[in-house]
């Protein structure tokens, strides 16, 4: 899946919002999360398509209703590839700093 | 009546074949190099029990089920609980794998349903399938998993 997507549709504080009312309660339809948006119908139902595009939401079919769920795995995938790979520079830098203090030090 | 009403759905887009996604779930060999565990059956069979179990020394089952539907490489149902709850029905949860191909990726869609809200192993799945997912994809892209 397309880095590119995962930040564009995050890129927009009414998606933000979806994501986190999923992450609240996972599995809801459109009209239940329509009520806790203030925003029209339309907006909710275009937003959430780009989010399925992104493949940070999958939806499910039970019965006649549509069930949209929070995918978080296009997220970890993010963190590994721009968020760990910082992390693991910083406490590298951190551990040359002490060696070559205590070195210094003896 | 025990509330099991919450559900995880996650979905991941792997570029290889549906075969060896079934594989990388099924065979011990192959899920020791992503997922930190094996997952043992004796054939995978609807009725048949399944472990997974940690590749650590002590080999320590985590968790128990059955196999409740299979149809390779599409399809797999287990039955999903701690090895020390084993014994309380309560507390079965259900998880579902569905492979299918698109062009030249497989879609894998883990569905987890009938996990108690609150619960300990709600959060510990919430927090392990990412990873897990991740993992398997960049070991079935790569042949390195990420480190569990």
């Given at each position: ?102 070195r210094n030090k003896t | 009546m025990t509330d099991k009403s ?61 196999v409740i539907e299979s149809d390779p490489p599409k399809r ?73």
């Open positions: 899946m397309d880095d590119d997507k995962v930040f564009k549709a995050l890129a927009d504080p009414g998606r933000r919002m979806l994501l986190d009312r999923l992450c609240e309660r996972n599995g809801q339809t459109l009209g239940q999360l329509c009520e806790t948006m203030d925003m029209k119908r339309q907006s909710v139902t275009q937003h959430l398509g780009l989010l399925e595009q992104a493949n940070l939401i999958s939806t499910v079919r039970r019965g006649r209703q549509k069930l949209h769920f929070i995918n978080p795995v296009p997220l970890y995938e993010v963190y590994e590839r721009w968020i760990r790979k910082f992390e693991e520079g910083r406490l590298s830098l951190l551990h040359d700093l002490k060696q070559e203090l205590e | 919450a559900s995880f759905v996650y979905v991941t887009y792997i570029r290889t074949t549906p075969e060896k996604v079934f594989e990388a779930i099924t065979r011990p060999e192959m899920a020791r190099r992503y997922w930190g565990h094996e997952n043992v059956s004796k054939d995978w069979r609807p009725g048949s029990g399944w472990q997974h179990i940690r590749t650590d020394e002590a080999r320590t089952v985590d968790l128990v089920g059955e797999l149902v287990i039955s999903w609980a701690n090895e020390s709850q084993k014994d309380d029905p309560d507390q079965y949860s259900r998880v579902t794998f569905d492979i299918e191909p698109q062009g030249d990726l497989v879609k894998l869609t883990v569905a987890h349903d009938d996990l108690q809200p609150g619960s300990g192993m709600l959060n510990g799945i919430s927090k392990g399938w990412p990873h897990v997912l991740s993992s398997m994809k960049s070991f079935l892209e790569t042949g390195q998993g990420l480190g569990l």
